[in-house]
């Protein structure tokens, strides 16, 4: 199984009510959408080595937390507003495209680099 790159529990909230645990997903390639299984959409194998994992799952039990609490109607304030912004920018910031476009810019960087 692969490493997720959205957090289930995040993928949740957009289930089907008739279809817990699966969600319908956009194909860019097949212009096609299917219902799928959350475990094997938004995620890709090796994605993450364990150091950012456990990272990413600290960010994504606390931002959750908060999460739940705005679902339901709840006023946030102070740290948790700090905790869902770190959550959300982590979410933008976690993605495959995200990763292409800081990869993109890495010869140029190296380049700029006195070695």
């Not at 645990?21 to 956009?26: L, Q, R, Y």
């Not at 102070?78 to 959550?87: I, P, S, T």
């Not at 476009?101 to 960087?109: C, E, H, Q, R, T």
Request: aromatic residues 8%; proline residues 6%.
């Amino acid at each position: 199984m692969g490493k997720h790159y959205v957090p289930q529990k995040y993928l949740r909230g957009f289930e089907p009510p008739n279809k817990p645990n699966w969600i319908w997903m956009f194909d860019k390639k097949t212009k096609l959408s299917k219902l799928l299984p959350i475990k094997h959409v938004a995620q890709e194998a090796d994605f993450y080595d364990e150091d950012v994992e456990k990272m990413m799952t600290d960010i994504e039990i606390s931002g959750t937390r908060v999460l739940e609490k705005v679902c339901q109607g709840v006023q946030t304030a102070g740290e948790e507003r700090d905790v869902l912004a770190y959550y959300i920018a982590s979410m933008i910031s976690r993605v495959p495209h995200a990763r292409n476009i800081g990869l993109s810019l890495l010869p140029d960087a190296l380049s700029s680099v006195a070695v």
